[in-house]
């Protein structure tokens, strides 16, 4: 069973096609940019606060959104997270530029959602949904509602904190996700429906569970803005060193000029798509400018090895013969990374999804680029160059290492 | 050749017993829960999977400096009062901006000889400052640069310290606590597992300044009135200070009422040996404390010399007590005061841990709670074994024989890869879990770099052995190169990356690195001896689909 056996399509010779398409992605991508004001920074490098919502029951958006609005969050944004109806993430980028408290906004928000989903907590009882395991070991000490205390305060201590520790264990799982919708859900551990009839009287149930915050502050944000920028172009100018070193000069700008093509086009979807960048996202794109390599330099490594077995040939045709021969090799490799990542973005959760998918779409335009991309490039570079010196007796470049062999 | 073979199996073997081993530990028994169990034990969950706290702190270190300055002057003002030069005024112009500065005003020109014998006296304020005559009979003393730099230095040791102090009272598991980056005076907190962030956030954050001043009036209404005692200024080694909740001017019991305290404190935070909470005879929560043996001496003394006179207990320059002295007091005392068995629980473990020599604040704060901890690693979890069985499932349909030579040879990638995350007590976090997804897609791409090869040597006529030994030896080169690349990037990213960040890293790298040794030596061996057991069948064939 094989794909690709023995192919001969002319890759090089339409290269123009791949050139109106990439223009026409660039084109679409900067216009996306641009209509956004810039690629949508998310909370790690502009500063703010970003928090986790989960509902106990469905609250409309439009509520919450109007809610925030009143509170003068500034530039909010309100995401529904999947698959459940009842999370949404709230981000609200930092207003003020001096070092407010970054406690405030988050209590803001918080007052929100009590307004939101029906009033302030009462005052005097504690969030069943949001009580720890010491407080709540505490609170069955206190009221002792399957007599340990008999036992001495040891043993009653050691017995009321499994229990407590089995209850919060049962709320945190994937069928409440965080909230008790109910009282009686407490009654579901073994033989405490006194527990859920005392919990009812000293306890309210918190109608939303806040799963996760992040606050930063603006210096922090900004000092991982300058940091991520740095990392990227250190890594595409290692890359450049070491594939200069391997092959030639020109393979190495023409594969970076393809990595950077990839890096912008992403970035364009991106912002399409209207997603977030966030440190994964970044993290993302450093793997690509890795990732993205390696296509083109099976494709490199196939030409050296051909050169001086065909060299009585156009470079082009060289090229074209060996990006026939991997074409096997690259789509099945970039395919079978690509079905990897595909079920992080399907089923890895939300929290992973920036990354996933600028990992996704970056295979696929990594692979694309450097049969479009940085091929066409470096032939076309080496044959003007060629034309340029009709002198020159070889004429094409032969890499270094092959030129050994 | 079967013999270099078996040796080479042996190895293999060993290899895959020493992994599992470093994986799930010596199980207690052979239960299925208690394999879970150990396996649980040696992976090592990020925050961003197990729930937790990560926060970055700025140790707001110019407080100390000023702090230290405010010490000075105060014993400059001492040093020139005892011998008789006056002076207009000696204040720090702007704690807040230039806490280094201290400007002395209207020394009179004949005295000045007197008056730099007193700064350049060591117990008065000594070498450390630079002094400048700014007109005549004004000055300005300044902290040299050195000196600060060692005070910031230390407050942020001590912060370090005091808060990680705090943080192993409050029973947190494995908390970490560590300088953050160079030379901003930024700490980094993690706190795994802690379910009442805010609690832990209070608690860290109190500066804890713990100081018993003698009394010198009150209680009074307001500031105002507290003034207008002494005419309407205070003199200058007095301060008015709040109290609340402790029965003063009005009835109720959340008013604030204005004291006038001393200045200096004859015992302060750092003198206390233990706090504790206690109840007294109706139940009330208060926290009694122990002096140490030198601050008890000191106490004693001024008791004795004081009695009857209010002694002001204050915290954070807040009154917390204001009571009349009685007696001797040595070395134990109580701390009363509207205190819940929470609030008087988290004062002692403040005391005890000692007090922040400058406030905190927060650059970053990040809190996962354990729900969405436990969700991400179910998503996880699934996620990386439906790409697993993807691409199993490919190679196998693809390659047909020779898949599963490529299964096999995953498989053990990942049991290194965890093997490796268990033994150095990495840590495991959902861009980790991300990193692992990355590797099976990454590491089959070797074993397709080969097999493509192979089929290809096949196809123009080669023998089965001699194509397999071709396709590894072409291949090798090419796999080493993507490998670096992809590795290379990867070192940026640990470089650059936060904590999560640095987890995808690891496993991004430790699994390619790895699959250098599963895809060309384990799949190598398992062709041989597929190979060998064909030997000597003419036209020997390789299911290699």
């Given at each position: 069973m094989e794909f690709f056996r023995d192919t001969d399509i002319d890759f090089l010779g339409k290269k123009w096609y791949f050139l109106t398409v990439t223009m026409v992605l660039f084109v679409v991508g900067m216009v996306a940019l641009a209509i956004h004001h810039g690629p949508d920074m998310g909370i790690d490098f502009t500063g703010g606060t970003q928090m986790d919502v989960k509902f106990s029951r469905p609250v409309p958006s439009e509520q919450i959104r109007s809610g925030l609005k009143n509170a003068n969050l500034g530039d909010f944004s309100l995401q529904p997270i999947a698959p459940g109806p009842n999370e949404v993430l709230i981000s609200a980028p930092l207003?003020?530029?001096?070092?407010?408290?970054?406690?405030r906004n988050r209590e803001e928000i918080v007052s929100v959602l009590y307004q939101v989903t029906g009033g302030a907590p009462p005052q005097g009882k504690l969030d069943i949904n949001a009580v720890g395991p010491e407080t709540f070991t505490n609170w069955l000490l206190q009221k002792d509602p399957d007599g340990y205390m008999g036992l001495g305060a040891q043993a009653a201590t050691q017995r009321y904190s499994t229990i407590a520790d089995a209850l919060i264990k049962q709320r945190r799982d994937v069928q409440y996700g965080g909230t008790f919708p109910s009282f009686d859900a407490l009654s579901a551990a073994p033989g405490d429906a006194q527990i859920a009839k005392l919990a009812a009287q000293d306890f309210f149930l918190g109608p939303f569970t806040v799963r996760s915050t992040q606050s930063i502050g603006p210096q922090v944000g900004s000092e991982l803005r300058d940091q991520a920028l740095r990392a990227v172009l250190y890594s595409l100018g290692a890359m450049l060193i070491y594939i200069a070193f391997r092959f030639e000069l020109i393979y190495g700008i023409a594969a970076v000029v393809a990595v950077f093509h990839d890096v912008l086009i992403t970035l364009g979807v991106f912002s399409l798509a209207r997603l977030p960048i966030d440190l994964t996202v970044v993290a993302a794109f450093l793997t690509l400018v890795g990732y993205s390599m390696n296509d083109t330099i099976v494709v490199f490594d196939r030409v050296r090895e051909n050169l001086p077995i065909m060299r009585r040939d156009k470079l082009s045709v060289v090229v074209n013969k060996s990006i026939n021969q991997t074409l096997s090799r690259t789509v099945l490799t970039s395919g079978l990374t690509f079905l990897s990542v595909l079920s992080l973005l399907v089923l890895g959760g939300e929290a992973l999804r920036g990354f996933s998918f600028a990992m996704t779409f970056g295979i696929l335009v990594g692979t694309y680029s450097s049969i479009a991309v940085a091929a066409p490039m470096m032939v076309a570079y080496i044959e003007s160059r060629n034309r340029r010196l009709p002198?020159?007796?070889?004429s094409k470049p032969i890499p270094a290492a092959a030129r050994r062999a | 050749m079967r013999r270099t073979l078996f040796y080479k199996s042996l190895f293999i073997v060993g290899v895959v017993i020493v992994c599992l081993v470093a994986v799930t530990g010596i199980p207690k028994g052979l239960g299925w829960q208690s394999w879970k169990t150990s396996i649980a034990g040696n992976i090592h969950l990020g925050l961003d999977l197990q729930g937790g706290s990560y926060l970055i702190l700025k140790v707001n270190v110019d407080e100390a400096v000023a702090a230290e300055t405010n010490q000075a002057q105060q014993r400059l003002q001492a040093a020139l009062a005892s011998k008789g030069v006056p002076y207009t005024s000696i204040r720090q112009?702007?704690?807040?901006?230039?806490?280094a500065v201290i400007d002395v005003q209207g020394i009179p020109p004949t005295r000045s000889g007197e008056f730099n014998a007193v700064v350049e006296d060591p117990t008065v304020v000594g070498p450390n400052y630079n002094v400048r005559s700014t007109s005549n009979g004004n000055y300005e003393l300044v902290l040299n640069s050195a000196t600060a730099s060692q005070i910031k230095d230390r407050a942020l040791t001590q912060s370090i310290e005091t808060i990680g102090n705090r943080v192993n009272e409050l029973g947190v598991t494995e908390p970490t606590v560590q300088q953050h980056?160079?030379?901003?005076?930024e700490i980094l907190v993690e706190l795994p597992g802690v379910t009442d962030p805010d609690r832990v956030k209070q608690i860290m954050q109190e500066t804890a300044q713990l100081q018993f001043r003698l009394g010198e009036g009150g209680p009074f209404a307001s500031e105002a009135q507290a003034r207008a005692q002494y005419g309407g200024v205070l003199p200058e080694d007095s301060q008015i200070l709040p109290g609340r909740n402790i029965g003063g001017t009005s009835s109720s019991s959340s008013a604030t009422d204005w004291y006038v305290v001393s200045r200096s404190s004859v015992v302060s935070g750092q003198d206390l040996r233990d706090a504790q909470p206690t109840t007294d005879n109706n139940g009330q929560m208060e926290v009694s404390f122990n002096l140490t043996r030198a601050a008890g001496q000191r106490f004693g003394d001024f008791t004795a010399a004081n009695i009857n006179k209010p002694l002001a207990i204050v915290l954070d320059n807040q009154i917390q007590e204001y009571a009349n002295i009685q007696g001797r007091i040595e070395d134990s005392g109580r701390i009363t005061g509207t205190f819940s068995r929470q609030q008087a629980s988290d004062l002692a473990l403040i005391l005890r841990s000692g007090a922040l020599p400058a406030s905190i604040s927060y650059l970053q704060d990040e809190e996962v709670g354990p729900s969405l901890g436990a969700d991400s690693i179910h998503a996880g979890i699934i996620a990386a074994l439906t790409g697993f069985l993807l691409v199993a499932g490919f190679m196998l349909f693809y390659y047909h024989g020779a898949g599963i030579n490529a299964v096999l040879a995953l498989v053990l990638n990942l049991v290194i890869l965890m093997a490796y995350m268990s033994l150095v007590s990495a840590t495991l976090t959902l861009p980790g879990i991300a990193g692992i997804i990355l590797t099976i897609g990454m590491a089959v791409d070797s074993n397709v770099l080969i097999f493509e090869r192979i089929r290809e040597e096949m196809r123009h006529g080669k023998s089965v052995p001699a194509a397999v030994d071709i396709g590894f030896r072409q291949a090798f080169i090419t796999i080493l190169d993507t490998h670096v690349t992809t590795v290379v990037s990867a070192i940026f990213l640990f470089l650059f990356g936060t904590g999560p960040i640095k987890g995808f890293a690891v496993t991004l790298t430790v699994g390619l690195i790895a699959n250098l040794f599963t895809a060309v030596f384990v799949s190598r061996v398992i062709f041989d001896y597929v190979l060998l057991r064909q030997q000597g069948i003419r036209g020997a064939k390789l299911s290699i689909g």
């Open positions: 207003t003020a530029t001096s070092q407010a408290d970054l406690n002198s020159a007796k070889s | 112009p702007d704690p807040v901006h230039l806490p980056g160079l030379g901003d005076y």
